[in-house]
């Protein structure tokens, strides 16, 4: 079992930023996947940016390319989310999700609002 807890989350103008974190209860560095997903209102949840670690990749959504920055510590048990130039359809709840031996885990996500 992994906790994954998300915080960072709040109201910003656009052109704004943002530095969403992601505390995990267990190390990151045995999982297989880790990064971030958002959900917008009325929309699927969709990924944003992610470890993949059997490849040694980051993986980011192209609406995202160049503005966000997925890092981790491994220390401390850590992921962030730096977001940069956000837009108002950066507007979502924003989910830390993990991969680890064929388990999937989720938090309970952080709100984002993008809104002058």
């Known amino acids: 079992q992994v906790q994954l807890v998300e915080s960072g989350g709040g109201l910003v103008q656009p052109g704004g930023s943002l530095r969403l974190s992601c505390a995990a209860s267990r190390s990151i560095s045995s999982m297989t996947v880790v990064g971030w997903y958002r959900q917008a209102p009325g929309k699927a949840r969709e990924s944003v940016a992610r470890?993949?670690?059997?490849?040694?990749?980051?993986d980011y959504a192209d609406s995202v390319k160049g503005r966000f920055t997925i890092s981790r510590d491994n220390a401390k048990n850590t992921v962030y989310l730096q977001m940069r130039s956000l837009k108002p359809e950066d507007t979502a709840v924003y989910y830390c999700?993990?991969?680890?031996?064929?388990?999937?885990?989720w938090g309970e996500g952080t709100l984002v609002t993008v809104s002058l």
């Open positions: 999700h993990a991969n680890m031996y064929g388990d999937r885990y």
């Open positions: 470890y993949i670690m059997p490849s040694d990749t980051i």
